[in-house]
């Protein structure tokens, strides 16, 4: 992989390629999690601090054979083993629930895809009946056996009791001097135990990374069933290859997404939102009808109905927005919740702020909330209008139905419903000439001198 991160710790949709396994296992509600691990192990481990998960360490790599033996004494022989790999993160809990099914019923299960390129997968050998009777890895194959395209993809089922047994016999008589697990197939078959094939549903369930190459293709199959799901559920996309889906995403009717349009986390959007390009949503709910325009970011965020935004808005954790709120370009909120049918249209800071109904907030306001060492709340009541370019210096409290001139910087509570503003007095030069081009040499020569009349520039005494 080229990268100090393990294989299996490798992104996918923003969680490492195991995560996505552990999810489908966890699926199934199974007694125990088991992860054999070997080199670098511990920083897998460390990744995964879950309690539900049983690590054992394979001290000594001699194959998925031998990996399983290490895991067996812990799992008692009344019980079904499942076996995943953490590197094929594309598999389903569905599938997995069908192999479990058919070993519960003494059979052993394997999870097999026909692929048109089959290098570097172990080919499935059946009868002439068509019955599966046993498994041959690439490097053991024969020609003949090298063309053959329905692989094994490694998953498998079986009842413990019989995997201990037949484990017990497996021998290290191959190219790689290893036990190999898929061995378990022919002797499943010489002891008269049923073997049954079930084929992926979509081969790229099947799909294993061993390169970056691999885990771009693995990402692209991932971005296409996401975007299926929601097509599915009713959402209409404008390229539905253009969209990452790293989460959940929950859709009402008649949803609209653009194009480029990044979702992370857990995100619920209402009947008829329309999200437009460019944009990244993470942990966030939007109410029925809101638009969010293009080039916005919204993060950990509450957005009531018919709301506004954008484009090129920033909500960031803890923003909350009543129904038919506006919030416009290059306006920033954080922590801050804002009434019904308020408005910061234009380029404004709103941190830690508690804003009222049907408020105004200008152009170039900004809450003035941290003061080096701690944030401070700013509160404005219903009705408010904030003049454009106006410093409101927290803690303060704006009366309902105040105005605030525009261009005043306010660090005192103002009374509601009256016109409060600083401003300082407007002053004309007579006299005054703008200045000219220095030559280079007496521009050098009065930065020198005002540096030097400098408090800094003097000796301490």
């Known amino acids: 992989m080229h990268s100090d991160l393990p294989k299996v710790l490798q992104p996918l949709a923003g969680r490492p390629l195991i995560a996505h396994v552990l999810e489908a296992a966890r699926d199934l509600d199974p007694a125990t999690i088991h992860i054999v691990y070997g080199h670098r192990g511990e ?3 460390a990744a995964l601090p879950a309690a539900d998960l049983r690590w054992v360490h394979q001290a000594e790599q001699r194959g998925t054979g031998h990996a399983v033996q290490q895991a067996l004494p812990a799992i008692p022989d009344d019980h079904i083993v499942l ?41 499935i050998r059946r009868d002439q009946g068509g019955r599966v009777t046993g498994i041959v890895e690439e ?14 993809t490694g998953l498998l089922a079986a009842p413990a009791q019989r995997l201990r047994a037949w484990l017990a016999e497996v021998r290290a008589d191959n190219a790689q001097g290893e036990l190999y697990l898929t061995d378990v197939v022919g002797l499943a078959v010489a002891h008269d135990t049923a073997v049954e094939a079930v084929y992926a549903a979509d081969a790229a369930e099947a ?3 061993n390169d970056k190459c691999q885990l771009a293709a693995v990402e692209t199959e991932y971005r296409r ?5 929601l097509l ?12 990452d889906v790293r989460g959940v995403v929950v859709v009402g009717r008649d949803v609209f997404i653009d194009v480029n349009v990044v979702f992370l986390g857990s995100v619920v959007l209402g009947d008829r939102v329309r999200i437009g390009p460019n944009c990244v949503v993470r942990d966030a709910t939007i109410g029925t009808d809101t638009q969010i325009h293009a080039n916005c970011v919204i993060e950990e965020a509450e957005l009531g109905e018919d709301c506004r935004i954008g484009p090129y808005a920033r909500l960031r954790p803890g923003t909350k927005l009543h129904p038919r709120v506006h919030v416009g370009n290059f306006v920033e909120v954080k922590n801050s919740e804002l009434g019904e049918a308020s408005k910061a ?8 702020a508690r804003i009222g109904a049907q408020v105004n907030v200008g152009a170039g306001t900004i809450t003035c909330n941290y003061d080096g060492a701690n944030k401070w709340p700013t509160e404005i009541g219903d009705g408010a209008f904030i003049g454009s370019g106006s410093m409101l210096v927290a803690p303060v409290a704006i009366g309902s139905g105040a105005t605030i001139g525009a261009g005043s910087t306010i660090s005192a ?7 409060t503003l600083t401003r300082a007095t407007q002053t004309t030069v007579d006299g005054w000439k703008r200045p000219g081009k220095y030559p280079a040499d007496a521009k050098s020569a009065k930065i020198a001198d005002a540096f030097a009349k400098s408090p800094a520039a003097k000796p301490k005494t």
């Open 207 to 209: 799909q294993g990374v």
């Open 139 to 152: 490097r053991d194959a024969s020609p003949e056996q090298r063309r053959i395209t329905e692989i094994h």
């Open 83 to 123: 076996i995943l790999y953490g590197d094929v993160p594309l598999v389903r809990a569905a599938t997995l629930s069908r192999l479990v099914e058919i070993a519960r019923g003494g059979r052993l299960a394997l999870l097999t895809a026909r692929l048109e390129d089959p290098t570097g997968y172990g080919r």
């Open 413 to 419: 509570s103002t009374p509601a419903d009256r016109l």
């Open 43 to 45: 920083t897998v481990r």
């Open 232 to 243: 599915l559920a009713g959402a209409t996309l404008a390229d539905p290859a253009r969209l």
């Open 225 to 229: 069933a996401r975007a299926r799901e």
């Open 345 to 352: 249209n234009h380029l404004s800071y709103l941190g830690d």
